[in-house]
């Protein structure tokens, strides 16, 4: 690059091989030959970097760019999430620990099918809650509230022996995580 190159221009490795000239690499793997450019920034890319996009391969630093678009929310967001998603997963791991884990063999068949509602009811809660803002890593901090909401009463059904009792708030925690991260992403 030469000093009248714009400073927003990216900068190309080039390798010299046994007599090769200007082997390009790619710029996130120094050690990866490459044929290959971005065809928004024109760096070069390896086939690990390179993304399909419907108009092309592009580099993960350009996607990310264009993702961070859709992500309007803020750092309050975060805090938002956590205030809603806790003591609503508190209230559903005592319901199911309690209330839907005493009904036996039953408790089965309303876990599988009440898990993923109240999973969704806590992520849509969240959603409202923030505006319908969108955040990179909301759906990973309400889904780590939900299994902070679950885990006491996991806990407290194992130091009293019943191991049966595990099952309802068991299938909650992987139904209603999954529920979350769905709705959320």
Known sequence: MNE????HAHEEVTHAHDGDEGIIVCYRHPD???????????KPICAKCAELTDVGYRCPDCVREQQDKF????SLDYVIAVVVAVP???IAGAVFTFIIGAFGFFSWIISFLAGPAIGGLIAE????AVGR???RHLSTVVAACFVLGVAPFLLLTLISGNIYGLIAPGILLFTGVSAILYRLR
Request: glycine share 10%; net charge positive.
């Open 4 to 7: 009248t190159t714009p400073a």
């Open 32 to 42: 990866t030959e490459t044929a290959l450019r971005c065809n928004r920034c024109g």
């Open 71 to 74: 992500y309007t929310g803020g």
């Open 88 to 90: 609503l997963s508190l």
């Open 125 to 128: 809660a969240v959603r409202r």
């Open 133 to 135: 803002r969108r955040s």
